[in-house]
């Protein structure tokens, strides 16, 4: 079983910044092949693709965080990071990392609330 715990949520300004990160806990092992990425949902919303990367680093987001938001890897930490930037409200919701194996098998994290309000 993968392990994540996702963290780094918190309440800023509109504007602001935050950096989530999601680490493999304790023996848990992501393998180089694996994407990660981040998920989010809002209240009253299903649940939507925020960024991914790929096990050979290429990044993916959304249309609505381009240029705002970064995803990055560091393998040797097994740990992936959402560096948010210039914050909205629209950009509330609970942050789900996920890890998906090639054999299409996904993990989640717990979660970590992200609230943009003044």
């Known amino acids: 079983q993968v392990q994540l715990v996702d963290s780094g949520g918190g309440l800023v300004q509109p504007g602001g910044s935050l950096r989530l990160s999601c680490a493999a806990s304790?023996?848990?092992?992501?393998?180089?092949?694996?994407?990660m990425g981040w998920y989010r949902q809002a209240p009253g919303k299903e649940r939507e693709l925020v960024a991914t990367?790929?096990?050979?680093?290429?990044?993916n987001y959304a249309d609505s965080v381009k240029g705002r938001f970064t995803i990055s890897r560091d393998r040797t930490k097994n740990t992936v990071y959402l560096q948010m930037n210039s914050l909205k409200p629209e950009d509330t919701a609970l942050y789900y990392c996920?890890?998906?194996?090639?054999?299409?098998?996904?993990?989640w994290g717990q979660g970590t609330q992200v609230t943009v309000s003044s």
């Open positions: 990367i790929t096990g050979g680093g290429t990044p």
């Open positions: 996920n890890v998906h194996r090639t054999s299409g098998y996904n993990y």
């Open positions: 304790g023996s848990t092992f992501i393998f180089s092949t694996d994407a």
